[in-house]
Structures are given as structure tokens and as C-alpha cells.
């Protein structure tokens, strides 16, 4: 472990800021290290976190909500974020409850359009899981390396100089400050780091129900079903396991009645009358997205760095969103590991790492706006640049 060169906060700063969270854990084994606060326990945010913590370095989260978890739906993970869950510790735990469906359909207006074997032989893997697993995986990854993490604290912001400002007005110095706090980012929006922010025509409705009577054949299979008449709506089927089925129900933000909370399940069951057991299953559950991207000016801003949808929001069309989170949280880990210089090796993390997420969002962003996805899925390494990706930090060598 390096210890404190170059460090302008170090061992004073970590020493007052575990004193002003009352955290009695200060011993002399820890006077080196340097300290990271975090503005955010999502995918990004503990990666993050744990990343840092692997290479020695003490780091404090804050999550804003009361509750440590994912808002219920469902989520798919590509070979490049196992990887990254494999080099955090939380590999195992995700793969034994997570689902490889054996094949992924395209089906419009009641016809098959295509078909993909998937998670076979020689094939990368797509496993499918709700979020609340990946998020318990992680999370149990986080405790194991003792992280601290503060609920009910909300992040305002930062400053470049190494500082986290908390809703509850205290401010904590550090030698790296992560924002990790989502597609709203406080900690983004006080650097003025926005360069555009882009809305679409359509977004989702994200929903996990049981699976009732759709098991066996093909419906162990996801299936993207698009139909275009009467209206255009499109219902991405995604097993999660024996029990549990994820619908990504994408509706027009102007069609008012398919994009409703609650779900209109006699409005989509009009369209997707095989899918009606699941469809008439879930009642008030279920939240409408819309279809966004946003990009920054740059990923940091002195000792400040963003990461996850603070950073790189996207459409979910290519399901990249939390890989590309999770590998720019570990290749950040990488890039300040021994670095003497903080703010130098952000712009140089920046400059490795964004280009793979710049086009992955493109792409995604691409889907999002032309529906392309209603031909099927474009299994092509334009799109699949991400999960073939071996990210920063994750062994070449690893054949998952
Ligand atoms: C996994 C996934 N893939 C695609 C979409 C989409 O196009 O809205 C949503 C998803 O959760």
C-alpha cells in the first residue's frame, strides 16, 4: 500500500472526519491511508467503494434514502460487469441466484423475427436477475470489507478541492469525493459539470411479478415482443429465476393510458393477450421511466470524480447502464490506487475509460430513439463493444 504522498488531506483529514461522525474506529494502522467519501450506495457507489477498499484506502458512503436497497425490478448483466463482480468479491453470490436463460427471442405482431441462442458454449454470458439480488451481492461484498455507509445522508455537493457537503451541513474533506448519486446528481449539479441531456420518445415501465403459469419452452426464454397494432408498445419478457419474471414495458410518453401508474393491465393485455397471467398480476407495482442521457462536460472536476448515471445516464436498450457503472467505479479505483497526483489521474481515468461508455450510450441512445430493437437484436460487436469489453482491473485471464 502506498501511503500518504502527494496527499494534501490525508492522515489529519481522515483522523477529523472519522471524529466528526463519532466513528471510534481510528487506530494507528490506519494513519496512512488515504480517504474517499462517497455520495451514493448504488452499483456505482459501492463499487466504488469496495475497490478503494481493496487497495487500502478508508472510505465512507452516503446513501440519501433511509434504506439500503433496489427499487424493485430487474436487471441484466453482461460478461464485462461479471467481471467486475468477480474482482469486487460479489461474483459468487450473483451467479447463484441469477438466471441464464438459454435463448433470447424477438417476436413482432405475433410472428418470431429472431432468435439468439444465448449463455451456451462458447457464447458470452447475459444472466438476468432482479436488481434486489445484485444489490444484496454487492452489498454483502461492501460489509465483508467493513465499509462504512451512512443512511438518510444526502449529498449537496462537492468541491474540486476534495469536499462533501451533506444536507445536514457538514462538510467532509477527503482525498478523492465520488458522486454516485444517480441521474439527479446534486454532487454533478454544484460542479456545473451537465453538457446535455437528451429525452426520447418512449420510456418504461419496470416491473417484477411471478412468473404463474409462464415456465417451460420457450417462455424459460427472453422474448422481446413488439406490436404496433393497435398502438406501438413492447414488452421485453426476462425470466429472473424459477419465480420471478421481469416486463420492461416500453409505452410512448404520449400515449397516456399505457404509460400510467398504475399499470393499465387491460390496455396491455389488448396487445399482449399471451402475457396476460403476468400482466394481470401486477397491480399497483411498477414505476414509468423515461428514456434519458446525459452527458458531462468531464467525468471530474479537481479531487471530485462522477461515476454511474450522475455521469453517463442511458437508455436501457442495450442494458449497459450498470455495467459501464460498475467498471468505470473499479477502473477509477485503479487509476487513484498509487497516484500521486488525484487530479491527474482522474483526467487521465477519464480519458482511458470514457470512450467505451460514450459509445455505449450512443448506441444505446441510438436504439432508444429509432425502436430499432423491433428487428431484433443486433448481436453485432458495434453494439456488444461493453460486454466483450475486459474492463480495467479484472483479469485477462479469467474464463468465467
Ligand atoms: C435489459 C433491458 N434491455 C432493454 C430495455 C429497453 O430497451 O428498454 C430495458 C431493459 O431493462
Known amino acids: 500500500m502506498k ?19 463519532g466513528v471510534g474506529r481510528w487506530d494507528a494502522e490506519e494513519e496512512a491511508v488515504r480517504h474517499a467519501e462517497i455520495a451514493g450506495a448504488g452499483f456505482a457507489g459501492l463499487t466504488a467503494a469496495i475497490a478503494l477498499r481493496q487497495r487500502g484506502w478508508s472510505v465512507r458512503v452516503h446513501e440519501a434514502d433511509a434504506e439500503l436497497r ?33 435463448g433470447y427471442h424477438t417476436s413482432r405482431d405475433g410472428e418470431r423475427l429472431a432468435y439468439e441462442r444465448i449463455n451456451g458454449a462458447n457464447r458470452f454470458r447475459l444472466l438476468t436477475m432482479t436488481r434486489q439480488h445484485l444489490y ?7 460489509r465483508r470489507m467493513d465499509i462504512e455507509i451512512i443512511t438518510s445522508s444526502a449529498a449537496t455537493g462537492a468541491a474540486p478541492e476534495g ?23 446534486a454532487v454533478r449539479d454544484s460542479l456545473g459539470l451537465i453538457d446535455a441531456r437528451n429525452k426520447y420518445q ?28 393497435p398502438r406501438p408498445l413492447r414488452i421485453l ?50 414505476r414509468y421511466d423515461l428514456y434519458e442521457t446525459t452527458t458531462l462536460k468531464r467525468w471530474s472536476a479537481g479531487r471530485t470524480a462522477l461515476i ?8 436501457p436498450t442495450l442494458a449497459q447502464g450498470a455495467g459501464c457503472a460498475m467498471m468505470n467505479a473499479l477502473s477509477l479505483a485503479v487509476a487513484v490506487s498509487d497516484a500521486d497526483d488525484i487530479d491527474a489521474a482522474l483526467r487521465r481515468w477519464e480519458a482511458r475509460e470514457r470512450p467505451l461508455t460514450d ?20 448481436w453485432e460487436d458495434d453494439c456488444f463493444r461493453a460486454a466483450r469489453h475486459i474492463p480495467t482491473g479484472t483479469p485477462p485471464q479469467m474464463h468465467l
Open 70 to 102: 433496489a427499487f424493485g425490478a430487474g436487471i441484466f448483466i453482461w460478461e464485462n460487469g461479471l467481471r467486475v463482480l468477480k474482482a469486487i468479491g460479489a461474483y459468487d453470490d450473483v451467479v447463484a441466484g441469477a438466471y441464464a436463460a438459454p
Open 237 to 286: 419478457y426476462t425470466p429472473c429465476g424459477e419465480d420471478d419474471l421481469y416486463m420492461a414495458m416500453m409505452a410512448p410518453t404520449a400515449d397516456r393510458e399505457a404509460s400510467s401508474i398504475p399499470v393499465n393491465a387491460e390496455v396491455w393485455i389488448r396487445s399482449f393477450p399471451q402475457l396476460a397471467p403476468a400482466l394481470s398480476a401486477i397491480g399497483d407495482r411498477g
Open 308 to 315: 454511474g448515471d450522475a455521469a453517463h445516464a442511458m437508455p
Open 163 to 185: 469536499v462533501l457537503h451533506l444536507a445536514d451541513g457538514r462538510s467532509m474533506p477527503a482525498d478523492l469525493v465520488i458522486g454516485a448519486d444517480g441521474v439527479r446528481s
Open 202 to 229: 418512449d420510456g418504461i415501465i419496470r416491473v417484477l411479478v411471478g412468473r404463474a403459469t409462464l415456465k417451460g419452452g420457450v417462455w424459460d426464454d427472453v422474448i422481446d415482443f413488439w406490436s404496433f397494432s
Open 3 to 21: 501511503a500518504t504522498h502527494g496527499s494534501r488531506h490525508g492522515r489529519f483529514m481522515v483522523r477529523q472526519a472519522h471524529h466528526e461522525a
Open 136 to 142: 444484496a451481492a454487492i452489498l454483502a461484498a461492501a
Open 359 to 378: 459509445h455505449t450510450q450512443s448506441r444505446a441512445a441510438h436504439l432508444a430513439g429509432s425502436r430499432a430493437l423491433a428487428d431484433g437484436m443486433p
